[in-house]
């Protein structure tokens, strides 16, 4: 059985844990395949909003089994709260959560060194979550790194021993102020650590492998977004690990020829956290509108996101690379009320007219060309099916289609799960 990919195409925060949870019940198997604690996928249904950092966002669905896979990075002490708010649900996790054996370990050190390491920088701060993410990754390249395997060693905590020491030399060398207690972290850490041994690790590649022989059905689930990307991304403003199609295959071990479906997520409009270019921000009335509206925080940081108009150079650039064959539009709620709409379908580029996302997009080099489209003023939240939309909505999706050449086949029109419309 093939295995479908589920992935956002923006600077993240697209709305993916809602999409994941609206899908579950379509397949047997969700698993995450890159990112750590720096994603935050929010869920809302029966009342109840829930926010996942590492857990895959099919967890409260009974039949479902959710995978971590080795891509991941797990922050220990993270989890164990995720964990605990499941708890509080009466979720059982134990039966159906497992966490490849190959998933790197962020320690209390990794944390330290993110904050060292992004004041250092002062103004030139590429706006890290501080989680840990990019030492951990750093130390997985560097072969350094300390697995979720390696606590079924007896020598695991040599091993963090050594790794740990090390981290605070590297600490001291940025001659920055970071005051901290390890110990006081570290008796946290352990403890987290405990609750984790109580999980069911397993060889993820095998397991999934066998999974696809047997025809279970399989959702890979993606964190951040494809401009966040290490590799196609706006870098250096990006996270530390491959969060297009590519890194399905790297961080679950699926070959390439096995994957089917790649549902690309975007927002009606386009935001960000934190540092790095974006040609559509908006610093007005409309742009304040737009985050007050959707509600535009981070769920993990809590940092309020830079909102601006869609940019379709850089969603086309996105759905290219990742190969995308159907598309599912977030928030189009949000936009009720605007009487006119602009999309980005071009850049002035150093002066000449461009279609392509280029290799800088700083604002020095980088102009935005808008098309205008008439607004709606209908509010779309409690509308439940696609001939209840009204006609300037469905022209804005069909504008976009057209555009991206690929089909809108679902529009979401508020963070409950029950308020997405099959189109």
Same mark, same amino acid.
């Given at each position: 059985?093939?295995?479908?990919?589920?992935?956002?195409?923006?600077?993240?925060?697209?709305?993916?844990?809602?999409?994941?949870?609206?899908? !579950?019940?379509?397949?047997?198997?969700?698993?995450?395949?890159?990112?750590?604690?720096?994603?935050?996928?929010?869920?809302?249904?029966?009342?109840?909003?829930?926010?996942?950092?590492?857990?895959?966002?099919?967890?409260?669905?009974?039949?479902?089994?959710?995978?971590?896979?080795?891509?991941?990075? $797990?922050?220990? =002490?993270?989890?164990?709260?995720?964990?605990?708010?499941?708890?509080?649900?009466?979720?059982?996790?134990?039966?159906?959560?497992?966490?490849?054996?190959?998933?790197?370990?962020?320690?209390?050190?990794? *944390?330290?060194?993110?904050?060292?390491?992004?004041?250092?920088?002062?103004?030139?701060?590429?706006?890290? !979550?501080?989680?840990?993410?990019?030492?951990?990754?750093?130390?997985?390249?560097?072969?350094?790194?300390?697995?979720?395997?390696?606590?079924?060693?007896?020598?695991?905590?040599?091993?963090? *021993?050594?790794?740990?020491?090390?981290?605070?030399? $590297? @600490?001291?060398?940025?001659?920055? #102020?970071?005051?901290?207690?390890?110990?006081?972290?570290?008796?946290?850490?352990?403890?987290?650590?405990?609750?984790?041994? &109580?999980?069911?690790?397993? #060889?993820?590649?095998?397991?999934?492998?066998?999974?696809?022989?047997?025809?279970? !059905? @399989?959702?890979?689930?993606?964190?951040?977004? &494809?401009?966040?990307?290490?590799?196609?991304?706006?870098?250096?403003?990006?996270?530390?690990?491959?969060?297009?199609?590519?890194?399905?295959?790297?961080?679950?071990? =699926?070959?390439?020829?096995?994957?089917?479906?790649?549902?690309?997520?975007?927002?009606?409009?386009?935001?960000?956290?934190?540092?790095?270019?974006?040609?559509?921000?908006?610093?007005?009335?409309?742009?304040?509108?737009?985050?007050?509206?959707?509600?535009?925080?981070?769920?993990?940081?809590?940092?309020? *996101?830079?909102?601006?108009?869609?940019?379709?150079?850089?969603?086309?650039?996105?759905?290219?690379?990742?190969?995308?064959?159907?598309? @599912?539009?977030?928030?189009?709620?949000?936009?009720?009320?605007?009487?006119?709409?602009? =999309?980005?379908?071009?850049?002035?580029?150093?002066?000449?007219? $461009?279609?392509?996302?280029?290799?800088?997009?700083?604002?020095?080099?980088?102009?935005?060309?808008?098309?205008?489209?008439?607004?709606?003023?209908?509010?779309?939240?409690?509308?439940?099916?696609?001939?209840?939309?009204?006609?300037?909505?469905?022209?804005?999706?069909?504008?976009?289609?057209?555009?991206?050449?690929?089909?809108?086949?679902?529009?979401?029109?508020?963070? #409950?799960? !029950?308020?997405?419309?099959? *189109?």
């Amino acid at each position: 059985m093939a295995v479908d990919l589920l992935l956002g195409l923006q600077w993240g925060d697209e709305g993916k844990g809602k999409i994941v949870d609206v899908l !579950t019940s379509k397949y047997d198997i969700i698993a995450r395949f890159q990112g750590g604690p720096n994603a935050g996928h929010t869920l809302e249904f029966d009342g109840q909003k829930h926010v996942l950092h590492t857990i895959p966002s099919g967890i409260f669905h009974d039949e479902t089994i959710n995978l971590v896979g080795n891509g991941v990075v $797990i922050d220990p =002490v993270i989890f164990k709260k995720e964990l605990d708010n499941l708890s509080k649900n009466n979720i059982d996790y134990l039966s159906k959560l497992l966490i490849s054996r190959k998933a790197h370990l962020i320690l209390p050190t990794h *944390r330290l060194l993110d904050a060292a390491s992004e004041a250092s920088k002062g103004k030139a701060k590429i706006g890290s !979550t501080l989680k840990g993410i990019g030492p951990t990754y750093m130390d997985k390249t560097g072969r350094n790194g300390i697995r979720v395997g390696d606590l079924e060693l007896d020598n695991w905590k040599e091993k963090y *021993r050594t790794l740990s020491d090390k981290h605070e030399k $590297i @600490i001291k060398f940025y001659d920055v #102020d970071v005051q901290y207690d390890l110990a006081e972290l570290e008796k946290e850490f352990f403890d987290a650590v405990k609750t984790l041994k &109580s999980l069911t690790f397993i #060889d993820s590649e095998a397991y999934l492998h066998a999974a696809q022989k047997e025809g279970k !059905t @399989i959702l890979a689930e993606g964190a951040q977004g &494809s401009l966040l990307d290490i590799d196609f991304g706006t870098y250096p403003f990006v996270t530390s690990s491959t969060t297009t199609a590519a890194g399905a295959c790297t961080g679950l071990g =699926v070959a390439p020829n096995k994957i089917k479906e790649a549902y690309g997520i975007f927002k009606a409009y386009t935001t960000r956290v934190g540092s790095g270019p974006f040609p559509t921000e908006l610093f007005d009335e409309d742009g304040e509108t737009m985050g007050r509206v959707g509600n535009e925080f981070g769920a993990t940081t809590g940092r309020a *996101r830079r909102c601006g108009w869609l940019d379709l150079v850089a969603l086309k650039y996105a759905v290219q690379v990742n190969g995308i064959t159907q598309l @599912i539009m977030m928030k189009g709620d949000v936009l009720s009320g605007f009487k006119t709409l602009k =999309v980005c379908t071009a850049y002035n580029y150093k002066g000449k007219e $461009i279609y392509h996302l280029p290799y800088n997009i700083e604002a020095e080099n980088v102009t935005p060309i808008y098309t205008e489209i008439k607004g709606w003023a209908a509010d779309l939240t409690g509308m439940t099916k696609a001939d209840e939309l009204p006609k300037e909505f469905n022209e804005y999706v069909e504008f976009l289609e057209k555009e991206l050449e690929i089909p809108i086949k679902v529009v979401s029109v508020g963070p #409950d799960r !029950t308020q997405t419309i099959e *189109r």
